[in-house]
């Protein structure tokens, strides 16, 4: 069964520096999201992506957040400046587009769990 | 705006007993409603939806949910559990937009 991977599964940065979280969502979904859980509180919406655009986005999703598709496979999520805040499981998930309409269910990657010192 | 409360932070029980795991939702307009599972140290798996129709709905692992507007509820329920349902399960509700709001999770533990 085809399912969301991402890459790293872990990772430690130093505050202030910059840090790409990977995900390749399932072959022939076009509906990209990230969310977000930090340790012992409820997963959180970031954004949203199709098309190559931002379709929605939360509250969290401030500038130094940024998503890209760079090709035709993987969708990245890129933290600028990072803060001891941001250490938290980083979640991709994906869905598919039926007749135009984005489909209700999400399909989850297995997180990268990120540790900002 | 949606939002989700999963009335239960944590439910022990035993091996082969029956579980119920709440949510309640809130929201003006027709909604999706999921239960999402999450073992240790992995990520969330779909359990089952809710989009229309048959407000019973069955899932994986032996797990169902009743989907009940006027109370504005969406119960998960196992007749018999087993020590490996021990997870964590999030309740999710989508409206409008893409956006999933999850509930805060209900750490089930299922001891011998």
């Known amino acids: 069964e085809p399912e969301v991977t991402q890459t790293p599964s872990h990772q430690v940065t130093q505050m202030g520096q910059e840090v790409i979280l990977r995900c390749v969502p399932i072959s022939n979904h076009l509906y990209f999201y990230w969310y977000r859980q930090i340790l012992g509180q409820k997963v959180e919406f970031l954004v949203s992506?199709?098309?190559?655009?931002?379709?929605?986005k939360s509250e969290i999703f401030d500038d130094q957040f940024s998503v890209e598709r760079p090709d035709g496979s993987n969708f990245t999520l890129k933290i600028r400046s990072t803060k001891l805040e941001d250490s938290a499981m980083y979640f991709c998930?994906?869905?598919?587009?039926?007749?135009?309409?984005?489909?209700?269910?999400?399909?989850f990657g297995p997180g990268t769990r990120l540790l900002v010192l | 705006a949606q939002s989700v409360t999963q009335l239960d932070s944590q439910v022990p029980v035993f091996e082969e007993a029956p579980v119920e795991l709440r949510c309640n939702y809130s929201?003006?307009?027709?909604?999706?409603l999921f239960w999402y599972v999450q073992y240790p140290n992995q990520g969330l798996q779909l359990l089952l939806k809710y989009l229309s129709g048959s407000t019973l709905v069955k899932g994986i692992n032996g797990f169902e949910a009743e989907f009940n507007k006027s109370q504005t509820s969406f119960h998960l329920r196992k007749p018999s559990v087993h020590i490996s349902d021990t997870a964590e399960y999030f309740c999710?509700?989508?409206?409008?937009?893409?956006?999933?709001?999850f509930g805060e999770g209900t750490q089930l533990t299922v001891n011998p």
């Open positions: 992506f199709y098309n190559n655009e931002i379709s929605e």
């Open positions: 999710a509700v989508r409206t409008s937009g893409s956006r999933l709001t």
């Open positions: 929201s003006s307009v027709s909604v999706y």
């Open positions: 998930a994906s869905s598919t587009i039926v007749a135009g309409a984005v489909q209700e269910t999400q399909y």
